[in-house]
């Protein structure tokens, strides 16, 4: 047994980790054209960007990031006015309807997120967000109008489901394009933070509208083409300040050219260090891996954007295979793939569950009326403070954990930091499973744990799913639209196995079903963290053996 010490072998693992980007420092700086950036002056005072973008592109993300999550709670909060208001839907099938038209909103889901994050390989970030968010404003320009449920409401539940599949994958994407490698946790945080910030939006401002113009007739309809007509203008928005797909296209290019240029690497010594003999197999085995891809590189959007329609489907066909064997390649990206699904888990776990599980304490104890038409605020309204103010607070931890996850992020090892966030999660999970009582003090502390547990899940799986040293440059998109898809499930998932043993077993039974898939990415980073500790513990005992050799 070696005497080196665990602090000093995590250093060289992120060492290892960060070799690649150090080797590249000396690149010559990328040039484009002055009117697309100003690339000869380098981000350096806040955050650090990739060669080629700028502050205003990282503005023009975060808007995105702040208005993505306000249209899905809009639309999933103010659904009850037009089923209730509108369509006249009875109040004891009010619920179940509500209820299917999410489901089939996942489903849908499901099926189109992957398909548009290998699009946005093919043809650009940019031209997918302004699609995602017009598909959006056209919904909520019909939504209103819709004479029946089925089919003409589901349908156009389906087409937003479009829409915000799309939005909501070029968040990753863009993530990934645009961060430095050495501040991507602080700018995932920042993007987190802004995220929190929209769903208050929804919540205290979209919300509002309805109530202070009115709930029927022209008042509700009025409500839904304002949101329509802020998210056709953010659709402009976007389309005039988001990068565009020629100067991303360069950018990429010659990411790739430094990738692949080996020259550009420290010449190789006699005795190398730990942390240089690991940068050479990092890039080493990356140049493999882009070497057996079947995607043509590093020109594929240029050859796509000139192709015939079967090029067309067979680009994509192999973007979407190469994805899949990037994945499957790499452990980090698994991970993150598995706290993405965690992280949205959280998500609908909080939202759903926690007022549910409130209310029915509340009707066994006698506190409330069971199977009221009403809704919680006016049928129960303790229960209705109750769980506004624990998943507030849940949600004010989350939102200020955002920040500090991300500059914490840059700095510690993500497995471990992504497995301290697990636990978090879970043993708050588990502590609310046990809690007799929704009002009781100790729900305070079980809030934090949910809620920086949740958080850190999200901008450690973001980080690790758009990290530079995993994801290869031409297949972004389609690895964010994996990872969509892996959050998309992980909410259909949640939703029906807890629903169903919340109604068949206990009301608490969702946070336990929640805690113990928490244990699958505890074993995910624990066995990252061995692997790696492992490669590069070998390379310390082969540099320590040429050493005594020599």
Not at 222 to 230: D, E, P
Request: charged share 10%.
């Amino acid at each position: 047994m070696s005497n080196t010490p665990l602090p000093e072998i995590t250093t060289r693992i992120n060492e290892s980790a960060n070799a690649s980007d150090l080797a590249n420092t000396a690149e010559p700086p990328l040039e484009t054209s002055r009117s697309d950036t100003q690339s000869s002056k380098p981000v350096t005072k806040w955050f650090r960007l990739q060669q080629g973008f700028t502050y205003f592109h990282l503005f023009s993300f975060l808007l995105a990031s702040l208005f993505t999550i306000s249209f899905f709670v809009y639309i999933n909060s103010s659904q009850v006015f037009i089923l209730k208001d509108i369509l006249h839907v009875p109040d004891n099938i009010i619920g179940y309807t509500s209820g299917s038209l999410v489901f089939y909103d996942q489903i849908g889901t499901l099926v189109v997120i992957t398909f548009w994050g290998v699009l946005s390989d093919s043809f650009g970030r940019r031209p997918i967000y302004v699609i995602g968010y017009t598909l959006i404003g056209i919904t909520f320009i019909l939504y209103p109008l819709t004479q029946n449920v089925y089919p003409q409401l589901l349908l156009l539940r389906l087409l937003f489901c479009i829409g915000g599949a799309a939005v909501s994958t070029m968040i990753s994407a863009v993530l990934a394009d645009i961060a430095d490698e050495r501040d991507r946790g602080k700018i995932a945080g920042i993007s987190g933070l802004f995220t929190g910030l929209g769903a208050l939006i929804g919540l205290f401002v979209f919300l509002r509208i309805p109530v202070m113009i009115g709930h029927t007739g022209n008042g509700l309809r009025n409500s839904y083409w304002i949101i329509a007509a802020i998210s056709i203008v953010l659709a402009v928005v976007l389309g005039f300040t988001l990068p565009s797909p020629k100067l991303v296209r360069e950018i990429m290019k010659k990411q790739l050219q430094q990738e692949g240029d080996l020259t550009a690497l420290p010449a190789r010594s006699a005795n190398p260090t730990p942390s240089t003999s690991a940068s050479t197999c990092s890039v080493n085995t990356h140049e493999n891996s882009l070497a057996e891809s079947s995607t043509p590189l590093p020109n594929t959007l240029q050859k796509i954007s000139n192709a015939s329609l079967m090029g067309h489907f067979t680009a994509i066909y192999s973007l979407t295979r190469d994805g899949l064997r990037t994945v499957v390649r790499d452990p980090r990206l698994i991970l993150g793939l598995i706290g993405s699904f965690l992280a949205r888990g959280d998500t609908i776990t909080v939202t759903l569950f926690i007022p549910l599980w409130v209310y029915k304490h509340h009707v066994m104890s006698g506190e409330c009326e069971g199977n009221s038409p009403d809704t919680l605020e006016v049928s129960c309204p303790k229960a209705y403070i109750v769980s506004s103010i624990l998943t507030g607070v849940i949600q004010t931890f989350a939102l200020v954990g955002a920040p500090i996850f991300g500059f914490i992020t840059d700095i510690v090892y993500p497995p471990l930091l992504m497995l301290i966030s697990t636990v978090l999660a879970m043993a708050g999970y588990l502590l609310l499973f046990l809690s007799t009582s929704p009002g009781s003090k100790l729900n305070y502390f079980t809030a934090f744990l949910i809620g920086f547990g949740e958080i850190g899940l999200i901008i450690v799986s973001l980080t690790l799913v758009t990290s530079a040293k995993s994801m290869p440059i031409h297949l972004r998109g389609s690895i964010s639209g994996i990872s969509s898809f892996c959050g998309a499930s992980g909410i259909l998932i949640v939703s029906k196995v807890g629903g169903l043993l919340f109604d068949s077993w206990t009301p608490g039974a969702p946070f336990l079903v929640i805690s113990l898939m928490h244990i699958l990415c505890v074993a995910s980073s624990v066995t990252v963290i061995c692997l790696e500790y492992k490669k590069v513990w070998g390379v310390s005992r082969i540099t320590t053996s040429n050493t005594a050799s020599a």
